[in-house]
């Protein structure tokens, strides 16, 4: 699963090269890329992301799966790892504040930006200020960014919080891998609190920032079917 103002175009550069070995469902969260969006607050909740992919959990006929994903999209699959750790054979994913239960200090204002309606790109989760990924990649990120109903970003914002999991790690018995884009400072201070909590966690540094798959993708990729083949 992606991440916040993203869409399944954040795979773009892992998805050939995961497929090549595994069986790969692309998660579009409610409100971004072609996923519906609906006005209804609560649909963005916990709950109902948690139901919808349970939904497509049984549209793909597998009784378990891995599961993973990046920023946001890795805070919810460890919320759903949480909710059906019988589903779940394992989880990787990459930095997610939003799992720490971390809190901008602009969330507030930002929600206050999305209500008067100002300019997407003003705001910091936007693709726009991405330095580093490949010109196509980012292309497609900022048009998708930009094209989001600014109900989902205030719905999707509101309900940011409630995706922390830093309590409930210890509950987590299946395989457990973060691939830490070292160059996030922000992020970096939460590994350790991410191991006191789940001292069975597997990390794997690399060269990279946020979105360290479209950073260092080839190695992103090979963290990905290492961790699988090994934990299976």
Do not use: C
Request: charged content about 20%; proline content about 5%; hydrophobic content about 40%.
């Amino acid at each position: 699963m992606h991440g916040f103002m993203s869409s399944n175009a954040q795979w773009d550069l892992n998805i050939e090269r995961l497929s090549s070995e595994l069986q790969v469902v692309l998660v579009e969260l409610l409100g971004h890329g072609d996923s519906p969006t609906p006005e209804d607050p609560e649909q963005y909740s916990r709950e109902a992301v948690l139901g919808y992919l349970e939904d497509i959990r049984k549209s793909v006929g597998v009784d378990t799966w891995w599961v993973g994903g990046h920023s946001l999209g890795g805070a919810t699959s460890i919320r759903y790892a949480l909710a059906h750790p019988d589903r779940v054979n394992g989880i990787v994913f990459t930095n997610t504040r939003a799992a720490f239960g971390t809190k901008r200090e602009s969330d507030e204002t930002q929600q206050h930006v999305f209500a008067v309606g100002t300019n997407v790109r003003a705001l910091r989760f936007h693709p726009i200020g991405a330095k580093h990924f490949p010109p196509q990649v980012k292309a497609k990120l900022v048009a998708i960014a930009d094209s989001m109903p600014l109900h989902v970003l205030s719905n999707t914002v509101g309900h940011r919080t409630r995706w922390s999991s830093v309590a409930q790690l210890h509950a987590l018995k299946m395989p457990v891998r973060l691939i830490n884009g070292r160059y996030e400072r922000k992020f970096q201070p939460l590994i350790d609190v991410a191991l006191e909590k789940l001292p069975t966690l597997d990390v794997v540094h690399l060269d990279g920032g946020h979105a360290v798959n479209i950073e260092a993708p080839h190695e992103y990729n090979q963290a990905v079917l290492d961790f699988i083949t090994s934990s299976a």
